[in-house]
Each structure stands twice: as C-alpha cells, then as structure tokens.
C-alpha cells in the first residue's frame, strides 16, 4: 500500500508496538464547522485521545496520497481550504488519488483508509444513514453500506439527527450490521440522547464491546461494528426544540434544491445558525466524548 498510503511516524510506531490507535475523519474539520473552530476542534479532539491514552489518525486525502495521521499544519490546511476540498466517499477515492488531489474523508472514506493503515477502531460523531424522503429520493448515505465491507468499528454518537432514523436502523438490521448501545438501551439521536428505538445488543463496558470485536472480526473480518455512545447528559439538547430546527432546515434545504453529498453540510450550518451555535457546541462535546470512549476501546483491544 506505499504506492498510495502514507502512515505517519507517530502512527507507524504505535501500530508496529502493538498501542491503542483512534482514527478520526477529516469532514468535520472542511464541512463540518467554519473556520477556526474547525481546526481547533480537530486539535482538541487529538489530544484527548492522547489524553485517554491512544494515540490520534486524522484521515484524509492530500495531494492524492492517502493519509493516516496529520500534522498541524495539514489540519491547518484544511481547515482554511474548508468546503474547498472534495468531500470524499467510497466513490471518489480512486478519482483523487489518480488525480493527485485533496479529499475530507466521511465516515466510509475514512474506515477505508484506516483498514488499509491497520486501525481498527475509528472515533466519528454521527454516522450518515437513511435521509428523510428516501422512500421517493433513494438517498442513503454509503456510510451505511461501508459497515458491511470494512472490517473498523465505528464510535459515534448514533445517526445524525437530520435523518429518517427508523427507516436507518431497519436498513442496518437488514445489511446485518450490529449495533450496540453504549450504556443505553435506546438509540442515540446525535444532538438528543434517546430517540425511541431500540439498539441491538447493550455493552456497559470497553472491555464487553471489545470482546464482541475479537470475536466479529474473526467471524466476519469484512464487517464494521457500530457503537452508539450518547452525548453527555448536560450537552444534550431539548428534542422538541432541536426537531423543531432541523424541520425548519429541511424545509429550506428542500426549497434551494440541495440534494446528495451537500445536503448533510447545508443542514448542519443551517441548524447551527438556527440554534445561535448551541448545535455546534452540542457536536463538538459528542465528538469528545466519541473520543474518550474510542481510546478505553482501543486500549481494551490491545489487551486480548
């Protein structure tokens, strides 16, 4: 994988020593939130991984060189450039890289390209899934199919809250991936910690959603695991309120006719102006606390 894979120095030695390793997707950083923020966040979310003893890979495309592991200034890098770079999918990977251009990994792109690094455990904070209107639309994020064909778990803090949830959870159930409920029996609804649905399997632990693992990637060693961990009790948002805006957002997303791999960036902008940043606050805490939980997993793998 050299012809087209870059691991850092730091990455490389702490695979080759057998440490705990949490990837982290380079979206949230371009498309995620506006500039400087974006790039703080990047570097918060990294050095609580450190803090919680792991060792942090920033996914992303740069110069069509596939990279697990990014320094400063390359975060710097693409948070100024923002929704400049290519929001990369599945799909796109093999255009940028011939290409030789930039791409922020979503949540398939960067389980790719940390399976192909050899990091198994990746730290988002919210997955993509069924859209609203998807019965006429036919749009379903390739986040979904991509838990069917990369064998990396994927901590998040459930499916993003812009999305027909149910309709997310039954296409999971019938692509056979599991979902399991970090200390909750109910779905996490990204913004909001409960969504009235059921999660597959409840783990109270790292060390019981680690022994899942072992056992699934020996089983099934091409398939992801989905861990849903809610967002903190004293970050949640009020669901009539928060429902309320993103009905608002969809309402406006759908009157400018923003469809496809535009439509999750739009709505998360949107949502966080409606709610005067109280949305942004909300994913930044989520995303930490995907963070934390991510290192104590990966850490609970390096022990079996």
Request: glycine content about 8%; aromatic content about 6%; some cysteine.
């Amino acid at each position: 994988m050299k012809r087209y894979l870059d691991v850092s120095d730091e990455v490389r030695k702490a695979l080759d020593e057998g440490k705990p390793v949490v990837a982290l997707e380079s979206t949230i950083i371009s498309h995620g939130m506006p500039y400087p923020k974006n790039v703080e966040t990047a570097l918060r979310v990294e050095e609580e991984v450190r803090k919680s003893g792991a060792v942090p890979a920033t996914i992303a495309i740069i110069g069509g060189r596939l990279k697990a592991g990014l320094t400063k200034d390359e975060i710097e890098y693409f948070g100024k450039k923002g929704t400049a770079i290519t929001k990369a999918s599945r799909r796109d990977i093999p255009a940028l890289v011939a290409k030789k251009e930039d791409g922020a990994t979503t949540v398939a792109a960067t389980s790719i390209i940390a399976g192909l690094a050899g990091i198994d455990v990746f730290a988002t904070g919210g997955i993509g899934g069924v859209h609203r209107g998807a019965t006429e639309t036919m749009d379903i994020s390739a986040d979904m199919d991509e838990l069917t064909k990369t064998g990396v778990m994927v901590i998040c803090a459930g499916a993003k809250a812009i999305l027909d949830l149910p309709l997310t959870m039954e296409y999971l159930e019938t692509k056979g991936v599991n979902v399991i409920g970090y200390q909750t029996d109910e779905l996490p609804a990204f913004y909001t910690r409960k969504s009235g649905l059921n999660v597959v399997w409840r783990c109270d632990t790292p060390e019981e959603i680690s022994d899942i693992w072992q056992v699934q990637k020996y089983l099934y060693p091409n398939t992801g695991l989905l861990v849903t961990n809610p967002i903190p009790e004293e970050y949640s948002m009020d669901p009539v309120y928060i429902n309320k805006e993103i009905d608002e957002a969809i309402r406006e997303m759908n009157k400018l006719g923003i469809k496809g791999k535009e439509t999750t960036p739009f709505l998360l902008d949107k949502i966080q102006k409606l709610t005067g940043g109280e949305s942004l606050e909300s994913n930044i805490m989520l995303v930490l606390n995907n963070a934390r939980l991510a290192s104590r997993i990966a850490a609970a793998n390096c022990r079996k």
